[in-house]
């Protein structure tokens, strides 16, 4: 099956602009993630949708970070305005949606990421 | 506040031996953990996952261990080989399938 796809793969902005990432989820699966993972540090989860819905976006910077998934299928994640402290690569991860007893069901699926660049 | 963090950044092993990642969490209440891999330019993959009923689980050269009294896990890699260099994240699951990862570790396998 084909995998969870990202554009762009980087990205070189200058603060106060904006940037949009795009990810498909591998198809089917309907819980969709984007984590924000700075150089040196593990992935941090940013928003996490089931179908069209937000499940939980409490790390989400909302002053400036928004996130779209309007058909339950593929995402936006913007950025407006950036600032420094944004460079990182954003991950786009997907899970099928029904853990049952199957421990391989909850596991992540991530996309390559997108890298961002704030200067 | 939840957080799963690593004993070890960096761990250098000579090709042939056996590896061990160690990772502590402090959630009491998370029932599932993994185990992911991330090379240079890629996204996470995952290794092998545990649940919180289980102390121990093994996969291809790949064995897991969950110490659920001192919040403990750790990985361990057999006959490390040069394709293993990457970071290891541990990563565990809270209530709605929520996924904290932990810093990480930085594995370097010297041929």
């Known amino acids: 099956e084909a995998g969870v796809a990202q554009s762009p793969r980087y990205k070189i902005i200058e603060k106060r602009q904006s940037v949009a990432f795009w990810c498909n989820p591998i198809?089917?699966?309907?819980?969709l993630y984007w984590y924000q993972q700075i150089l040196g540090q593990g992935p941090k989860l940013l928003i996490q949708?089931?179908?069209?819905?937000?499940?939980?976006d409490s790390q989400l910077p909302k002053d400036r970070f928004s996130a779209e998934r309007l058909k339950g299928v593929d995402s936006t994640l913007k950025i407006q305005p950036a600032k420094l402290e944004d460079s990182a690569v954003y991950l786009c991860?997907?899970?099928?949606?029904?853990?049952?007893?199957?421990?391989?069901?909850?596991?992540?699926?991530f996309g390559a990421g997108s890298r961002l660049t704030v200067l | 506040g939840e957080s799963v963090g690593l004993h070890l950044p960096t761990l250098s092993v000579q090709e042939g031996d056996n590896s061990i990642i160690n990772c502590a969490y402090s959630?009491?209440?998370?029932?599932?953990f993994i185990w992911y891999k991330q090379e240079s330019g890629k996204g996470p993959q995952f290794i092998i996952d545990?649940?919180?009923?289980?102390d121990k689980r093994q996969g291809q050269r790949v064995t897991v261990l969950l110490n659920k009294t001192v919040k403990h896990l750790s990985l361990q890699i057999a006959a490390t080989q040069p394709g293993d260099s990457a970071v290891y994240f541990c990563?565990?699951?809270?209530?709605?399938?929520?996924?904290?990862f932990g810093a990480g570790t930085r594995l370097f396998v010297k041929a």
């Open positions: 990563a565990e699951n809270t209530g709605g399938f929520k996924t904290i």
């Open positions: 991860a997907s899970r099928p949606h029904s853990s049952g007893g199957s421990s391989g069901a909850n596991v992540l699926t």
């Open positions: 545990i649940r919180s009923n289980m």
């Open positions: 949708f089931q179908n069209n819905g937000v499940v939980d």
């Open positions: 198809s089917g699966h309907a819980t």
């Open positions: 959630n009491s209440a998370s029932d599932y």
